[in-house]
């Protein structure tokens, strides 16, 4: 089992930024590929980045591609996802998600944290 508690989230205005974090407990964080995504109102719920078990070979939805960037920390057992010039459209709950072999589909990653709220403001 792997634990997984997002912080970071908020309210924020347009153009800003949020950094979430996402720390794991339970089993090798370093054995898993960890994953953001994210659930607006009424949408399902859809990838924004992945990044690799040793933190290379980060990737992107094409909606976040050059504002969000995504890197862990092994040592401290945490993933973040850094987030410039936030839109509207950003508004969401974030997940963090942990996986042996995910990429980019929400069905192949095993573990789930509870989300984080954000909501950006125009």
């Known amino acids: 089992q792997v634990q997984l508690v997002e912080s970071g989230g908020g309210l924020v205005q347009t153009g800003g930024s949020l950094r979430l974090s996402c720390a794991a407990s339970?089993?090798?964080?370093?054995?898993?590929?960890m994953g953001w995504f994210r659930q607006a109102p009424g949408k399902e719920r859809e990838f924004v980045a992945r990044i690799s078990w040793s933190g290379g070979r980060p990737s992107y939805a094409d909606s976040v591609k050059g504002r969000f960037t995504i890197a862990r920390d092994n040592a401290e057992n945490t993933v973040y996802l850094q987030m410039n010039s936030l839109k509207a459209e950003d508004t969401a709950v974030y997940y963090c998600a942990a996986s042996r072999y995910g990429l980019q589909l929400a069905r192949q990653y095993e573990y789930w944290g509870q989300g984080t709220q954000v909501t950006v403001s125009s």
């Open positions: 339970g089993r090798t964080f370093s054995n898993y590929i």
